[in-house]
């Protein structure tokens, strides 16, 4: 989804391939280990043929696709951007979401990162305190960052005490490549 939004933001194009990434097949029938060993989507096929896996990864290759648009900063802004990118998809993807997305995961596992939630969002809504975005203009992480939080409403993670989370979220969900993004894959999820 952090990709698409991307992609519709640069005004680019891309062939989206669903992944059953627990039967391991693309929808073109494709053994996605050929391609992603790792079993993890996203991934992406460059107009070169390279492979390239990781959202932090991919999300600044297709920025820098789209270097019109602004979405991933040079210089100093490009190290900031990718502190956020670490930020959300170490801390709050992997640390929080996982263990609370994942049938598979214990109780415990899940009420401890539920307390580590707590204490990445307060960090996280203090931050947005008088800011749009993570940077000084909308960017990949912000597309990143609205995905992985979006995710909330499916644990039960109630963001509403975080007021300045819950602006962001509106905020980026009003731009047409979120929205959009997030039809077009709510409506795959729903197609399952
Ligand atoms: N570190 C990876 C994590 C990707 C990831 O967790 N992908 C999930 C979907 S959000 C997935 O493919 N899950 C399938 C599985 O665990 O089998 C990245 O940032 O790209």
């Known amino acids: 989804m952090a990709s698409r939004i991307v992609i519709y933001e640069g005004a680019g194009q891309a062939d989206f391939r669903r992944v059953d990434t627990k039967a391991g097949r693309t929808s073109s029938g494709v053994d996605y280990a050929t391609i992603n060993p790792k079993g993890l989507v996203p ?25 019109h648009a602004g979405l ?4 100093f802004e490009r190290s900031l951007l990718q502190q956020w990118l670490s930020f959300i998809g170490a801390e709050l993807h992997a640390a929080v979401f996982r263990p609370l997305l994942s049938p598979r995961a214990k109780r415990e596992a899940k009420a401890f990162a539920l307390e580590e939630a707590g204490k990445r969002l307060k960090y996280l809504d203090t931050y947005l305190d008088g ?16 995905v992985v939080l979006n995710w ?14 819950t602006s962001f979220i509106n905020r980026a969900k009003a731009r047409p490549s979120v929205a959009r993004a997030m039809e077009e894959e709510t409506a795959l999820s729903r197609a399952k």
Do not use: M
């Not at 800011?131 to 609205?146: I, K, M, N």
């Not at 409403?153 to 300045?164: A, E, H, I």
């Open 43 to 67: 991934a992406l096929r460059t107009d070169e043929g390279q492979v390239l896996t990781e959202n932090a990864a991919i999300l600044q290759y297709l920025g820098d696709c789209f270097a």
């Open 72 to 75: 991933a900063p040079a210089g």
């Open 131 to 146: 800011r749009e975005w993570l940077l000084d203009r909308f960017t990949v992480a912000d597309a990143y960052l609205v």
């Open 152 to 165: 909330a409403q499916f644990v039960k993670l109630d963001l509403g005490r975080y007021r300045n989370i």
